[in-house]
């Protein structure tokens, strides 16, 4: 019962700071907005029992990225909205329609399998059964997304320091 | 009095009100202490009119910071400056729920998580939104380069910092802080500890986690964010009457957590030195406190000796020197753990 209720608050809180998000015209605010968000989202993480996952959300998002974030907004002074306007007027209605499909897809895909629903195992998202998980089944894909990344971090450092 | 330590209404209200009623506690103490210290450093007198020795001193500034005029520059950005102290504060004050301040485990921690250490970066990780905020929300160009030197120090040293704290977490294979603080007990003391530890290795792991967190909580050397020569207060430059304090607070509480954390990861928590008869008189909590004062030492001890450094030579230090040292140290403690199975 006490879980439905924080479900409910915080799914609120989730969908209100995501349209805050991109509806609020000052970009700190959007930012902390987002801040706000991953918060809601990482106590729908306790709420699964997936304590490790919450707890590297709060880090990661919102300790780590959204601080850079917001470290790139004030260095920058990104005050002005009319800067940050979109030029070409067409990406409008098409940002709309590829929203629309997104938002099907995805209730298709949540209502179709409604039924096949089962309730989480409650050690689920614990460090002993994330690291089982990540370093048996899912290693190639681990390693992979390491490689992504280190792929990313080269090409910033190509990119930042081409004059060098 | 144990029926009523056994029920959950009771014990936890206790918990919360032991933890948090410490470290609030320990704030006026604290710096009364260190302005004391760093007085005696210098060869002055420090505070010594509001009561004996000036331990009323903290008080006094208390009632005076309670009655200043609150004072708010005209175009802040209202919310967020309201919002920047608390943001502060509240973390702080979070952080200390995972740690356990004696063995007694219906008293302390106020929560023993599984993710234990984790949950407290979290908290720490989250400190320094307080700093940004009010940097920005001031409309300062000081205020503004202080939240900003803030961030960037944060980042920097919070990897060093993660990467000492996951060679104890490869030690105790968990995340509790409990269990860290069981696996240093042994029948050698203070041999047993996470600082000595595989020789020098344990020792070098202390040593990043040392100045990772005078850097963590803005303390000097590292107090690039509030730098009074160059920055007038850094982020608090606006800030008066008790917003301020809270700023002022929250430092200090931090200052008592990261400590209490360095105590429970590397200097055996609450257990004593040596596991034998006139150390084992003395409870866990006071070794606690004892250990805890001697880190507490160590912040003033600090800040009256170093000067403070360049912003350029913090951020050699934390990417060239500490993150690398820290890597290193950690495969090695890696390797070490693999050959000994």
Redesign the interface.
């Known amino acids: 019962m006490f879980g439905q209720i924080l479900f409910g608050i915080m799914a609120l809180v989730i969908v209100v700071t995501s349209i805050w998000v991109v509806a609020v015209r000052?970009p700190?605010?959007s930012a902390?907005n987002l801040?706000a968000n991953f918060f809601a989202l990482a106590v729908l993480y306790l709420l699964l029992y997936a304590?490790?996952v919450?707890?590297?959300q709060?880090?990661v998002y919102?300790?780590?990225i959204m601080?850079?974030f917001?470290?790139t907004i004030?260095?920058l002074n990104l005050g002005a909205p009319a800067e940050l306007a979109e030029r070409f007027e067409w990406k409008r209605p098409i940002t709309w329609g590829l929203a629309l499909l997104f938002v099907i897809v995805l209730a298709g895909g949540v209502f179709a399998r409604l039924g096949e629903a089962q309730p989480v195992p409650d050690n689920i998202g614990?460090?002993q059964m994330v690291g089982k998980y990540l370093f048996t089944d899912w290693v190639y894909p681990f390693e992979l997304t390491s490689v992504l990344l280190l792929i990313a971090i080269v090409g910033a450092i190509v990119m930042a320091k081409r004059r060098l | 009095m144990e029926t009523l330590l056994n029920n959950p209404w009771v014990v936890i209200p206790l918990r919360v009100l032991i933890v948090i009623g410490f470290v609030l506690t320990m704030v006026p103490g604290l710096v009364w202490i260190e302005r004391r210290l760093l007085a005696l450093m210098q060869i002055r007198k420090g505070p010594n009119r509001v009561g004996p020795a000036g331990l009323l001193q903290p008080v006094a500034d208390g009632i005076k910071l309670f009655f200043k005029e609150d004072v708010i520059p005209e175009r802040v950005?209202r919310f967020?400056y309201f919002l920047a102290p608390a943001g502060f504060l509240i973390p702080v004050l979070c952080a200390p729920a995972v740690i356990p301040w004696g063995p007694d485990d219906r008293l302390t921690p106020i929560a023993d998580?599984?993710?234990g250490i984790?949950?407290l970066?979290?908290m720490t990780?989250?400190t320094?939104?307080g700093i940004?905020?009010a940097?920005?929300s001031s409309n300062n160009k000081y205020s503004?380069l202080g939240?900003?030197r803030a961030?960037?120090q944060?980042?920097s040293y919070?990897l060093a910092m993660g990467l000492s704290i996951v060679s104890v977490v490869l030690l105790t294979g968990s995340?509790s802080m409990r269990d860290m603080v069981l696996n240093q007990q042994g029948s050698l003391g203070m041999l047993n500890w996470h600082v000595f530890r595989f020789f020098p290795l344990g020792l070098i792991a202390t040593g990043i986690f040392l100045v990772a967190m005078l850097a963590e909580t803005n303390r000097a050397p590292f107090d690039l964010p509030e730098a009074e020569s160059e920055l007038i207060a850094g982020y608090h430059t606006e800030y008066s009457s008790m917003k301020f304090a809270m700023f002022f607070m929250g430092e200090y509480a931090s200052m008592i957590t990261i400590s209490a954390v360095m105590v429970t990861l590397f200097f055996g928590g609450w257990l004593p030195p040596l596991p034998f008869a006139p150390f084992t008189w003395i409870p866990g909590p006071l070794w606690f406190l004892i250990k805890l004062g001697v880190f507490i030492y160590f912040f003033i001890w600090v800040r009256a000796t170093l000067p403070r450094l360049r912003y350029d030579m913090l951020m050699k230090l934390g990417w060239l020197r500490l993150l690398p040292t820290a890597l290193v140290n950690l495969f090695l403690i890696a390797i070490i753990l693999w050959w000994q199975q």
Do not use: P
């Open positions: 000052n700190v605010r902390l801040v304590q490790f919450a707890a590297v709060v880090i919102a300790g780590a601080v850079l917001l470290f004030m260095l614990t460090v | 950005d967020i998580v599984n993710i984790l949950f970066l979290a990780s989250l320094v939104y940004v905020l940097g920005w503004l939240g900003l961030s960037a944060t980042i919070e995340l």
